[in-house]
């Protein structure tokens, strides 16, 4: 046992003076949504949030870069990120309006802000593309996953998402690295924006495709590489796999036979086990 011990400290010793607490990580992001929409807590929080909490974030955040970057790094990076948050919550506010506007199911703006995992999910992706601007090592993808074990909804922070976006439902979408998404895009529950080849010396080279602008992806579709572009206005169907481009203003759709049968017509019933 004190073989395995030692292993697991030299292993790690390395590490563990880089690397701020994830816990505390996925904390500051929480904090940090809360502090631009307070409507998310209750109202005695919601009032101190806005008046008094910017100093306290500030602090927090230069405390988790302490552990990762520089000191002479520390004081710049966090007035640069500080610096973004204004253009994040424009781009968060119009998130929101989008999924009030046609999600029929949505009932008022606090309600999305306070209970759709898709602003959420977009919240926490705005907030780790600023990162990762700022080239932050480890924040934005710990902050990404936090957000994708929280909503089933994967965005890789180095993603360039536009203003509007609406992910609805969301379980199982993923939005791979070097996708470029424009706006009023609106994706449905199951879509994938991924890559054709993952070797990895592929890393640096465009592997996710291009959505444009005004583009409806429906659950279940599949669009793949690097090269592909969905173009302006298109609608892409249910369970679409797509890996050539598409022009713009076009109808996409997977064609498949629902056959109805009488199940008189069967001598042993239909009753399978999942």
């Known amino acids: ?79 640069l990120f500080f610096g973004t948050l204004e253009g994040v919550f424009d781009k968060l506010t119009l998130d929101a ?15 999305v802000v306070k209970a759709y995992p898709g602003f959420y999910a977009v919240a926490v992706y705005r907030i780790a593309f600023e990162m990762k601007q700022l080239n932050i090592p480890y924040l934005p993808r710990i902050i990404a996953e936090h957000a994708h074990s929280k909503t089933g909804i994967d965005i890789n922070p180095s993603a360039q998402i536009g203003q509007s976006f609406f992910i609805d439902h969301g379980t199982g979408v993923v939005i791979g690295e070097t996708a470029i998404i424009g706006d009023f895009v609106k994706i449905y529950q199951g879509v994938t924006l991924g890559a054709l080849q993952v070797a990895k010396h592929f890393a640096n080279t465009k592997r996710h495709p291009t959505i444009e602008n005004n583009v409806i992806i429906y659950s279940g579709a599949t669009i793949l590489g690097g090269e592909t572009v969905i173009g302006n206005n298109t609608v892409i169907g249910g369970n679409v796999w797509l890996t050539e481009s598409v022009p713009s203003y076009s109808l996409v759709f997977a064609q498949h036979e629902t056959k109805v049968r009488d199940k008189k017509e069967y001598v042993q019933a239909i009753d399978f086990v999942i």
Do not use: H
């Open 97 to 111: 309006s989008a999924i009030l506007e046609f999600d029929p199911a949505a009932n008022s703006l606090v309600e």
């Open 1 to 79: 046992m004190g073989e395995f011990i030692n292993k697991i400290e030299a292993y790690n010793q390395d590490f563990m003076a880089k690397l701020p607490s994830v816990l505390e990580i996925e904390r500051f992001v929480d904090d940090v949504i809360d502090f631009m929409f307070p409507m998310r807590l209750c109202y005695s929080k919601a009032k101190k949030s806005c008046l008094e909490d910017m100093d306290n974030l500030k602090a927090t955040f230069s405390e988790l870069l302490s552990c990762i970057l520089k000191e002479d790094e520390i004081k710049n990076t966090t007035t």
